[in-house]
T-cell receptor, first 113, second 112 residues
Framework: QQQVKQSPQSLIVQKGGIPIINCAYE??????FPWYQQFPGKGPALLIA?????SEKKEGRFTISFNKSAKQFSLHIMDSQPGDSATYFC????????????FGKGTKLSVIP | DTEVTQTPKHLVMGMTNKKSLKCEQH?????MYWYKQKAKKPPELMFV???????INESVPSRFSPECPNSSLLNLHLHALQPEDSALYLC???????????FGSGTRLTVV
């Protein structure tokens, strides 16, 4: 079964710190890697996404780093704020015509003041 | 309009009830999805509609019945559910396959 392995399961950082969440995949057909942010009682919201033709993508305080050879990608949150406290999911999908997102198990991030 | 709207936000139903969840988007997306999410777990795909046709059914029990009346609307009909079906039901849409999903806020379903 296609899998995306996400770590850590939970993460606590001080305000201003840089939490890093890592994901690894096995299916080399994956070619779209989004990150979702979910607050309690809400649906996941697309945060940032990357395709394997680039090694890094930055949007505001959020950066994805992508290592195609290692089949790993990670999310970095610069200058983290208490409002960033949420659950973060990485995901992957493969190829045109594929509607299926494979999600990681999620990381609960707590940013303490 | 960049939203996926789901109604109701909360639903409590008995095991013999019939109810429906509704989802609407006006972004011109041609793929729409139903996901189920249990607490502290990632969303699990249930159904995919592409161009108003059911393209994926992830072996979901027949007590869940999806319907796509038009390109903007998606329903999930519920009948004879079990308490273990209690979860957050999420609707999503995407412009095309393998592209950014937009999720709704979900319906919190409790089966009693």
């Amino acid at each position: 079964q296609q899998q995306v392995k996400q770590s850590p399961q939970s993460l606590i950082v001080q305000k201003g710190g840089i939490p890093i969440i890592n994901c690894a995949y096995e299916n080399t057909a994956f070619d779209y890697f989004p990150w979702y942010q979910q607050f309690p009682g809400k649906g996941p919201a697309l945060l940032i996404a990357i395709r394997p033709d680039v090694s890094e993508k930055k949007e505001g305080r959020f950066t994805i780093s992508f290592n195609k050879s290692a089949k790993q990608f990670s999310l970095h949150i610069m200058d983290s704020q208490p409002g960033d406290s949420a659950t973060y999911f990485c995901a992957a999908s493969s190829g045109a015509g594929s509607y299926q997102l494979t999600f990681g198990k999620g990381t609960k991030l707590s940013v303490i003041p | 309009d960049t939203e996926v709207t789901q109604t109701p936000k909360h639903l409590v139903m008995g095991m013999t009830n019939k109810k429906s969840l509704k989802c609407e988007q006006h972004m011109g997306h041609r793929a729409m999805y139903w996901y189920k999410q249990k607490a502290k777990k990632p969303p699990e795909l249930m159904f995919v509609y592409s161009y108003e046709k059911l393209s994926i059914n992830e072996s979901v029990p027949s007590r869940f019945s999806p319907e796509c009346p038009n390109s903007s609307l998606l329903n999930l009909h519920l009948h004879a559910l079990q308490p273990e079906d209690s979860a957050l039901y999420l609707c999503a849409s995407s412009k095309e396959a393998n592209y950014g999903y937009t999720f709704g806020s979900g319906t919190r379903l409790t089966v009693v």
